[in-house]
Structure formats: C-alpha cells, structure tokens
C-alpha cells in the first residue's frame, strides 16, 4: 500500500498547524503563567514577542484558560 505524495504533504501541513495553533500556545500559556510576576524586563519582551507571534492560536486557546493570580492568605 503505497501512500501518495499528496497526503504526506497534506499530513506535514496538518502538524504543523497543529503545532502552531495548539500546541505551542498551551506551552507559552504555561510558560506565562510561571514565570509572569518573577520576569526580568527582557524576560517580559520575549514573552511580548511570544504571545504575538502565536497569536492565532492564543485566540483560540484563550476562553478555556484562566490566568488569574490566586488569592492571597491573609495572616492575622
């Protein structure tokens, strides 16, 4: 069973957009999410440069994550 050039070629562009569109936004939503209150001001520009660039796929990713800080404790 001979599998054609067509679907290989069909199959790259499917990961790839894949990848692009799922993948590496959930990473940098991760990445984000660890390192937002901590990071150097080049720190911050590269995550700038990271959410526009996977943009698209923020988009989609977005309405399912929540990045709020969680709630401090209040010792008394």
Same mark, same amino acid.
């Given at each position: 069973? !001979?599998?054609?050039?067509?679907?290989?070629?069909?199959? !790259?562009?499917?990961?790839?957009?894949?990848?692009?569109?799922?993948?590496?936004?959930?990473?940098? +939503? !991760? +990445?984000?999410?660890? $390192?937002? +209150?901590?990071?150097?001001?080049?720190? $911050?520009? @590269?995550? +700038?440069?990271?959410?526009?660039?996977? @943009?698209?796929?923020?988009?989609?990713?977005?309405?399912?994550?929540?990045? $709020?800080?969680?709630? $401090?404790?209040?010792?008394?």
């Amino acid at each position: 069973m !001979a599998v054609s050039m067509e679907l290989l070629v069909l199959a !790259a562009y499917g990961a790839l957009a894949g990848l692009y569109l799922l993948a590496m936004p959930a990473i940098v +939503y !991760a +990445y984000l999410n660890a $390192r937002w +209150y901590v990071a150097s001001s080049f720190e $911050r520009a @590269f995550m +700038y440069f990271l959410v526009t660039f996977f @943009f698209p796929g923020m988009l989609l990713l977005a309405p399912f994550i929540n990045l $709020r800080p969680q709630p $401090r404790s209040l010792d008394s």
